[in-house]
């Protein structure tokens, strides 16, 4: 213990007398571990804030019935042509109405699952905007209001308007930001669509939404799902999606497998229609990781510069220690808690400096038309980018002390001594 | 009394750089307690280099060294380090005080490595040590605030911080004048007589040789005259 403190203090003097070397080496520990974290949490928040665009507002599985022709003919199920080449050609698909069966019945089954943390279900419509003699081409999303506002924020994209007036008012619509602009339209207007039967509808808007994606802000629109269904001149239970949001995302494609068998309709997870967004995160991840690792290497090259020089500097001292009974292993460990103590010192400082950049960066506003909820600069304070920069900061600069901290251990007090 | 705490067995050393050449022929010699023995011999006769085998700082050589009885081959180098700690003291041509340090913690060091005493008492002996070679006002300042003199003499108070066996000396006079190397001399001989510390001095100084206990004669890696 005492021998411990004594190496302690002995790293601490040779520290102290040279400061400047010191504060510079502990100064490229603290700017690199700073701007690790902060690239870190502002990538990620970058990050989760374009996932978000889309996890948000996509189910993690969607159940839906498409409509293509039977993987089976009849000719396939005789057992008399089984062994035979049947040639069919032109094979079309059956009228088959778009709805989910049993909806109710797959619904409850649902919501028992514990692996679902939610469900919502939908109608998804083609329909003509009438403006005049113009017919614009869009879609109604028939929506249960309270639980799309619960599993997909809904209320954060109508940016006019009161969302719940969609489930009170009768007859009402949300429009599309850009839908709305080209029809003219504004709140308590009443428009006119075309459903893809051939009838025309007066619905009342009520609000404007805005997703930040122009493709879905130009052509879509939201109603109830009882106003959808008498739009359609269907039953109450005619629905033709059920959105499924769960606990666990990465569940996903194994239970949309699941679901497929189960209620035998189809079913998408997340990743499989949304892969590219997966591959742009991990990959921008990635970038940060390597910047910042770089970084924090450079600063250990520091670190073992100055400690070298130092060793060369204080070859009289290393031999005196020697020679008056500190073993190798001693002049060892004074070397490596130089490095040490410039490690954490520097990475504790970077902490704190790197917390107060991504403050800053969280405090810089950033306006979107595109991102109505976006009002600054998305920072991730992910307490787990500070574990990685401390431990890579000890790592780093042990290894950066372990190579002069062994040649300090390896002189030979002889020669040092005689050569004078 | 005439108790034998250093004993060189048949000790022979080769340099191999750039070619062989022997430069200690079987040296065999005893230092008792309390004895003040000089090494003489022209430069290049090995009487430094005995030196350094013997301070177990060299380990290439042949033939047998015994400190306080127990042989020094085969030792590991963190046991050499812990008898060279508690075992000898060294005083070298050069002070090699550390400039980070304070005069009396410099005095400390060894004492602090060997961890017998507190800290406290460590100070005291330290603070003891230097009043016995006259330089405890000088305790609190920095090495590079006192005089060459007295450098030197800090070097001798941290050679007997931890009471050693033996105090090696290699050239200790060589960088002071006359006046300086006359007072460490004369500390040299007080400890021997006063103290009977035990001391190994190599030296050219013929005057310095004559004044001691016993002097040893080197040439040409043997000895001429014990």
Request: glycine fraction near 8%.
């Amino acid at each position: 213990m005492m021998n411990f403190k004594l190496l302690v203090s002995i790293s601490g003097s040779l520290l102290v007398a040279r400061l400047k070397q010191t504060i510079v080496a502990g100064v490229g520990v603290t700017f690199s571990i700073a701007m690790f974290i902060t690239l870190l949490s502002f990538m990620s928040g970058l990050n989760d804030l374009l996932d978000g665009l889309i996890i948000n507002r996509t189910a993690h599985i969607r159940l839906y019935n498409e409509i293509r022709p039977s993987n089976l003919q009849p000719i396939d199920l005789s057992e008399t042509y089984k062994s035979h080449h049947n040639f069919i050609s032109s094979v079309k698909p059956k009228k088959e109405r778009l709805q989910i069966y049993n909806n109710d019945a797959i619904m409850n089954f649902l919501k028992s699952d514990l692996r679902v943390s939610g469900i919502a279900p939908k109608i998804i419509t083609q329909v003509f905007f009438n403006i005049g003699a113009i017919d614009l081409t869009g879609a109604i999303n028939g929506i249960d209001v309270e639980a799309e506002n619960k599993l997909f924020l809904f209320q954060d994209y109508v940016t006019d308007g009161n969302y719940i007036d969609l489930k009170n008012t009768p007859n009402s619509i949300i429009l599309g930001k850009g839908l709305a602009e080209k029809m003219l339209a504004n709140i308590g207007d009443m428009i006119q669509v075309t459903t893809s039967r051939g009838e025309r509808v007066k619905l009342k808007v009520v609000g404007f939404f805005q997703s930040g994606l122009q493709d879905i802000d130009n052509a879509q629109s939201y109603a109830s799902i009882s106003t959808t269904q008498k739009l359609l001149g269907e039953s109450g239970s005619y629905i033709t999606d059920i959105q499924i949001k769960l606990n666990d995302i990465n569940l996903a494609p194994s239970l949309a497998k699941e679901y497929q068998n189960l209620f035998d309709v189809d079913a998408i997870d997340i990743q499989t229609a949304n892969s590219q967004f997966e591959t742009g995160s991990t990959v921008r991840t990635l970038i940060s990781y390597s910047v910042g690792i770089t970084l924090l290497i450079v600063a250990g090259f520091g670190i073992y510069n100055i400690l070298n020089m130092m060793i060369y500097e204080k070859m009289d001292s290393i031999a005196i220690l020697k020679a008056t009974g500190f073993s190798g292993k001693d002049v060892n460990r004074i070397f490596i808690g130089i490095a040490l103590t410039i490690g954490i010192l520097g990475g504790a400082l970077g902490l704190l400096l790197g917390l107060g950049m991504s403050w800053s960066i969280d405090q810089i506003p950033f306006n979107t038309s595109a991102l109505p909820t976006i009002k600054t600069y998305p920072i991730n304070y992910n307490p787990r980018f500070y574990m990685i920069g401390v431990v890579f900061s000890i790592v780093t600069t042990y290894f950066a002390g372990y190579f002069p901290a062994r040649k300090a251990s390896k002189v030979d007090p002889v020669i040092i001594i005689r050569g004078k | 009394m005439s108790q034998i705490i250093l004993e060189a067995k048949a000790v022979s050393k080769y340099f191999h750089d750039p070619i062989t050449v022997q430069v200690l022929n079987d040296i065999n010699f005893t230092i008792n307690r309390g004895d003040f023995v000089s090494v003489i011999g022209k430069s290049g006769c090995g009487k430094s280099t005995l030196l350094y085998i013997l301070s177990t700082m060299d380990t290439d050589y042949e033939g047998e060294i015994l400190i306080d009885g127990l042989s020094m081959k085969n030792k590991k180098e963190a046991d050499l380090a812990r008898v060279r700690n508690e075992k000898i003291g060294f005083v070298f041509q050069f002070h090699y005080l550390l400039n980070e340090f304070s005069v009396l913690k410099n005095v400390m060091l060894p004492g602090l490595k060997l961890g017998k005493y507190s800290e406290q008492e460590i100070e005291h002996r330290a603070y003891e040590k230097l009043k016995i070679l006259g330089i405890e006002s000088e305790a609190l300042k920095k090495p590079n605030q006192v005089s060459g003199g007295q450098k030197q003499r800090i070097a001798i108070a941290r050679a007997l911080i931890n009471d050693p066996l033996i105090i090696m000396g290699d050239e200790p006079t060589g960088n002071l004048d006359k006046k300086n190397g006359e007072i460490v001399f004369n500390i040299f001989k007080e400890l021997a007589e006063l103290y009977n510390q035990s001391l190994l001095i190599v030296t050219h100084d013929q005057e310095f040789a004559q004044n001691t206990h016993r002097i040893i004669e080197m040439e040409d890696g043997r000895i001429i005259s014990l």
